[in-house]
């Protein structure tokens, strides 16, 4: 089975930077892109990030030019590096791993910027 591990979210101030790690456990040795999302409260979840393993990025327009999304292929992880954050980019931040067995979600991890 595999399962995907969040670490790096946490309370930070207006401005502030957080990067976020998410990695894949189990039995899988390659994938086909993995991203994150995130749902604020009384939202809906949505699309903030995301990688293939050939390296084709894709971001919301809400965080270009602050995000980073990158990969280790090796690793089965994704990181986001979180920029000039601002207080509407709180909410859980859920990875996704989409593979040739279908996709997996990890259980979240709090992001709370301050104003």
């Known amino acids: 089975q595999v399962q995907l591990v969040e670490s790096g979210g946490g309370l930070v101030q207006a401005g502030g930077s957080l990067r976020l790690s998410c990695a894949a456990s189990g039995r899988i040795f390659r994938f086909n892109a993995m991203g994150w999302y995130r749902q604020a409260p009384g939202k809906q979840r949505e699309l903030v990030a995301s990688i293939t393993s050939g390296g084709y990025t894709n971001y919301a327009d809400s965080v270009k030019g602050r995000f980073t999304i990158s990969r280790d292929n090796a690793k089965i992880t994704v990181y986001l590096q979180m920029n000039s954050l601002r207080p509407e980019d709180t909410g859980v931040y859920y990875c996704?791993?989409?593979w040739g067995y279908g996709e997996v979600w990890g259980q979240g991890t709090l992001v709370t910027v301050s104003s």
């Open positions: 996704r791993l989409e």
